[in-house]
């Protein structure tokens, strides 16, 4: 898929990795729409990028948010990419916590929310925009990336909001990519290991000690550029379908 003068949707675009994807996808030649909550983030790297990139304020979990999203990236051209990297609140507590009582049952729900929910949401909607694209001279019309973690895999202890949204992402890969192939429409999901991001709230070298230190090699946390590489290879290969990528410098999550 030829990323120059097409138009991608990045979701979580002013956070970590959607930041870096954004940046990539328009150093491609693309145009970019940055869909996100933060406004002031949001705002300033579109400022930034100039003609290549919008901000448009988008709750993925909100139908009319993401289609009006979806508009302002028909008005730049046909959606070609679609990439789900928003993230959001994640609680950590066992399942049952020391003194016996239950996870918080909207705790739950709204991690799915966010995570898989608003995942499907972009996905479907995304889809439904790009089916109206002309395909290219190999049929095809778009590609849609999610981002899941290797917590689906390997969820550590606290994490089972969090790692059953992963998990629902991963399964929801294949799925889609059959269910969308008779459009053209690729689904690449990316697994990602520790990447260094705001999300983890605490400055850099106190991450790098607490989580890059336990990657096999590099032995150092991901680096969002090097997320946002992936997805323009994803973009640009039409082989990759309905797969999952784990980027995690061979990490393997324990129980804690
Ligand atoms: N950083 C990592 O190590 C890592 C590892 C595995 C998976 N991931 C996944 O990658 C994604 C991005 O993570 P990150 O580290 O870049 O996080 P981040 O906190 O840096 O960025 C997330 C962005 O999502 C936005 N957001 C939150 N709720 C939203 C909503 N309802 N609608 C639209 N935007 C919303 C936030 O404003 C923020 O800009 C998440 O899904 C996360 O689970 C990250």
Redesign the pocket.
Known sequence: MELSGGVALV??????????TVRRLAEAGAKVVI????ED??EKLAKELGESAVFVR?????ED?VLAALDAAATLGPLRVAV???????AKSRVLDREGNPYALDLFRRTVD??LT??FNVLRLAASFMARNEPNESGARGVIVN?????AFEGQIGQSD?SAA?GG?VGLGLVAARDLSPLGIRVMT???????????GIPEEQAQQA?GDKVPFPRR??R?AE?GALVQHIAENDYLNGEVIRIDGAQRFGPK
């Open positions: 979701t979580g675009g002013a956070g970590g990795l959607g930041e870096a869909a996100d909550l933060a983030r949001g988008t709750d993925v979990t909100d948010s789900s990297a928003h993230g959001g609140p994640v966010i995570y608003g995942t981002t899941a973690s290797i917590a969090y992963k992402v990316i697994a990602p290991g520790t990447f260094f991001t705001p999300a983890f989580w946390m991901g969002p997320y």
